[in-house]
């Protein structure tokens, strides 16, 4: 059953295909689902951008998203042509192809990483915390909470989702966190 989460942007829903390394399923700069346990899903060089995951334990479906930027109305044509590019009109997308994989809403775990404040040392733009705040947003309105997160700072992160878990690790140089 799929249910619908709300977003105020009315982008329309896409086909979201899969890049795959053997079983890793790589995500940069757009989003992955997946229902396959062997899967593990990641995402490299998160800076100002966000990830998120999000994973129902029951079914074991869950998926990734690497967004570069708050809102999609900086761009309208990218926001339809790559939703995942912002935060806005990907993470409506994200979690709707969950739901059509058989995820349920009361049973989602989402955690997220990123939104570091690189090469804007006046504080001129501040994206990743723009792309923090449109996310908290978006989960608030929907009644979502975030069970994880490592966010902030000045560096770039890499981001792991694994299927048979749901286990969802942080890597930051040659330190791995577990969120």
Request: net charge positive; charged share 20%.
């Given at each position: 059953?799929?249910?619908?989460?709300?977003?105020?942007?009315?982008?329309?829903?896409?086909?979201?295909?899969?890049?795959?390394?053997?079983?890793?399923?790589?995500?940069?700069?757009?989003?992955?689902?997946?229902?396959?346990?062997?899967?593990?899903?990641?995402?490299?060089?998160?800076?100002?951008?966000?990830?998120?995951?999000?994973?129902?334990?029951?079914?074991?479906?869950?998926?990734?998203?690497?967004?570069?930027?708050?809102?999609?109305?900086?761009?309208?044509?990218?926001?339809?042509?790559?939703?995942?590019?912002?935060v806005d009109t990907g993470i409506?997308?994200?979690?709707?192809?969950?739901?059509?994989?058989?995820?349920?809403?009361?049973?989602?775990?989402?955690?997220?990483?990123?939104?570091?404040?690189?090469?804007?040392?006046?504080?001129?733009?501040?994206?990743?915390?723009?792309?923090?705040?449109?996310?908290?947003?978006?989960?608030?309105?929907?009644?979502?909470l975030i069970s994880g997160e490592?966010?902030?700072?000045?560096?770039?992160?890499?981001?792991?989702?694994?299927?048979?878990?749901?286990?969802?690790?942080?890597?930051?140089?040659?330190?791995?966190?577990?969120?």
């Open positions: 059953m799929e249910m619908q989460f709300s977003t105020s942007t009315g982008a329309p829903p896409v086909t979201v295909g899969r890049r795959r390394v053997g079983n890793v399923v790589v995500s940069i700069a757009d989003m992955k689902t997946s229902d396959c346990p062997d899967d593990l899903v990641v995402t490299y060089a998160l800076g100002s951008c966000l990830g998120v995951a999000i994973y129902d334990h029951v079914v074991k479906v869950g998926g990734m998203m690497h967004c570069m930027l708050p809102l999609g109305r900086v761009d309208p044509q990218k926001a339809e042509s790559n939703p995942p590019m912002f409506p997308l994200l979690f709707n192809e969950v739901y059509r994989l058989g995820a349920q809403k009361n049973r989602l775990i989402v955690k997220v990483a990123g939104c570091s404040q690189l090469l804007d040392d006046k504080k001129l733009f501040e994206i990743g915390q723009r792309n923090y705040t449109v996310l908290r947003k978006i989960l608030w309105k929907n009644n979502i490592h966010i902030g700072g000045s560096f770039s992160r890499t981001l792991f989702l694994d299927m048979a878990t749901g286990e969802v690790i942080v890597r930051i140089k040659d330190q791995e966190i577990t969120l």
